[in-house]
């Protein structure tokens, strides 16, 4: 079994099978409480998908803000090592992409996520490859919302305000599947943390 994770945009978990079946799944729309919410949300779905063996935990790796993405990869890891099970990377926006082309897998388009501060985040798609996996034509980039329609030209879009696990889970089972590794090993941080080690430490009074 997989379990699935992403704090990308709200708090999102669920359990999936290998063959991508989705056994049990929840979700928070909310933004800010993921630390608050995200041990209840797993908790919740073990129990209703028969707390079941997990071999696998697809992590969401953004692209995501800094403080909710770091909350669902650390709560990933967490539950992967405590289970003995093995981490599967996922770019977030895949998820998104799959549910779309799952309709048509051959369109063509750009999934955009609210990046805050007037910004959004996005990835531009292919259709899907023989694998099942969608394409990613571009990597995630950022760009201020204001000049979205002229950075996503010749681009079919709409932003997504919110992810299903369960399609993060049935991207990692294809991916599983195919033997392969599609997302990477570092969070896709959308910009680093505002608050920084000083460079420099600054003299004692007196000295």
């Not at 933004?31 to 129990?47: F, K, P």
């Amino acid at each position: 079994m997989i379990l699935a994770i992403d704090t990308s945009l709200g708090s999102a978990v669920a359990v999936v099978d290998r063959d991508g079946t989705v056994l049990a799944e929840a979700h928070t729309d909310d933004r800010l409480g993921h630390a608050e919410v995200i041990g209840d949300l797993l908790v919740r779905v073990l129990q209703e998908a028969g707390d079941p063996v997990i071999t696998h935990v697809a992590a969401g790796m953004g692209p995501g803000p800094f403080t909710g993405l770091r909350i669902g990869i650390a709560a990933a890891r967490t539950f992967a090592l405590a289970r003995g099970a093995e981490v599967v990377p996922v770019v977030s926006h895949d998820a998104i992409a799959l549910g779309l082309l799952e309709a048509d897998d051959d369109a063509e388009f750009a999934v955009a996520t609210d990046a805050r501060r007037r910004e959004i985040a996005w990835t531009a798609y292919t259709g899907i490859d023989a694998d099942g996996l969608p394409v990613r034509h571009a990597e995630p980039g950022l760009v201020n919302r204001a000049e979205a329609e002229i950075a996503l030209t010749g681009w079919i879009w709409g932003e997504a305000d919110q992810l299903d696990a369960g399609l993060l889970g049935r991207v990692a089972a294809r991916a599983i599947a195919a033997g392969r590794i599609i997302g990477p090993d570092e969070p896709l941080y959308l910009r680093s943390p505002d608050v920084a080690a000083p460079k420099t430490v600054p003299p004692k009074a007196g000295a």
